[in-house]
């Protein structure tokens, strides 16, 4: 089973700053058939369902806003929020699927709070 | 304006059954793959089953083979989830979400979810 695993559990950052939380896989989520990365990113706060953010790695979901960006290929990501508001304190989870057999995994999660 | 409306979450023993509903408007239900997606308290969410949009393709996690049954209804645009000799460990807040347009490798609406909780 492809494991995600995510760093920080948790970080504090200043209104404004930039937060940075990464997402590695135990195996490449690249697909050669079509040269996508199958990752996602989704946001939730409390009490909330998550919310989809990012797919194909680095396609913000419309309506997001454009401080969310996503990065890497093959094993390594990157959520950056580029200028941190009070209203994206939240729980972030990157998420992969695999083809074979189909199966759809999530991170453990990581806590973004206000410092 | 999407909405996914789950119900039938409880209190069960042990070994019981429950069975997990899901309405959804704002949206043609029948055109949509869909998923159940569980997440037990303080922890990350875990897709549970998955549905094609006319019901040919269905898929689940290792952890609910043999017990749990996906299915829906296009014409009641509901989805279900069928849960029968549930353990302590199946306790969790039950989504139901839609497999996005782009790739049913996301989940693109989710539910408020329903809470079941398996205890004696």
Same mark, same amino acid.
């Given at each position: 089973?492809?494991?995600?695993?995510?760093? =920080?559990?948790?970080?504090?950052?200043?209104? #404004?700053? %930039?937060?940075?939380?990464?997402?590695?896989?135990?195996?490449?989520?690249?697909?050669?058939?079509?040269?996508?990365?199958?990752?996602g990113w989704y946001q939730?706060?409390?009490?909330?369902p998550p919310k989809l953010l990012i797919y194909?790695?680095?396609t913000r979901e419309s309506g997001v =806003?454009? %401080?969310?960006? +996503?990065?890497?290929?093959?094993?390594?990501?990157?959520?950056?929020?580029?200028?941190?508001?009070?209203?994206?304190?939240?729980?972030?989870y990157?998420q992969?699927?695999?083809?074979? =057999? =189909?199966?759809?995994?999530? #991170?453990? +999660?990581?806590?973004?709070?206000?410092? | 304006?999407?909405?996914?409306?789950? @119900? &039938? /979450?409880? !209190?069960?023993?042990?070994? /019981?059954?429950?069975?997990?509903?899901?309405?959804?408007?704002?949206?043609?239900?029948?055109?949509?793959?869909?998923?159940?997606?569980?997440?037990?308290? /303080?922890? &990350?969410?875990?897709?549970?089953? *998955?549905?094609? @949009?006319?019901?040919?393709?269905? *898929?689940?996690? $290792?952890?609910?083979? &043999?017990?749990?049954?996906?299915?829906?209804?296009?014409?009641?645009? @509901?989805? *279900?989830?069928?849960?029968?000799? !549930?353990?302590?460990? $199946?306790?969790?807040? *039950?989504?139901?979400a839609r497999?996005s347009?782009s790739?049913?490798?996301y989940f693109d609406y989710w &539910?408020? /979810?329903?809470?079941?909780?398996?205890?004696?």
């Amino acid at each position: 089973d492809i494991v995600l695993t995510q760093s =920080p559990d948790s970080l504090a950052v200043s209104l #404004g700053e %930039r937060a940075t939380i990464n997402c590695k896989s135990s195996q490449s989520v690249l697909y050669n058939s079509d040269n996508k990365n199958y990752l996602g990113w989704y946001q939730q706060k409390a009490g909330q369902p998550p919310k989809l953010l990012i797919y194909w790695a680095s396609t913000r979901e419309s309506g997001v =806003p454009d %401080r969310f960006s +996503g990065s890497g290929s093959g094993t390594d990501f990157t959520l950056t929020i580029s200028s941190l508001q009070a209203e994206d304190v939240a729980v972030y989870y990157c998420q992969q699927y695999y083809n074979s =057999p =189909p199966t759809w995994t999530f #991170g453990q +999660g990581t806590k973004v709070e206000i410092k | 304006e999407v909405q996914l409306v789950e @119900s &039938g /979450g409880d !209190l069960v023993q042990p070994g /019981g059954s429950l069975r997990l509903s899901c309405a959804a408007s704002g949206f043609t239900f029948s055109t949509y793959n869909m998923h159940w997606v569980r997440q037990a308290p /303080g922890k &990350g969410p875990e897709r549970v089953s *998955y549905i094609s @949009s006319s019901s040919v393709t269905i *898929y689940y996690a $290792d952890s609910v083979k &043999g017990r749990f049954t996906i299915s829906r209804d296009n014409v009641k645009n @509901s989805l *279900y989830l069928q849960m029968n000799s !549930l353990r302590v460990e $199946d306790t969790a807040v *039950y989504y139901c979400a839609r497999a996005s347009m782009s790739s049913s490798a996301y989940f693109d609406y989710w &539910g408020r /979810g329903a809470l079941v909780t398996v205890s004696s």
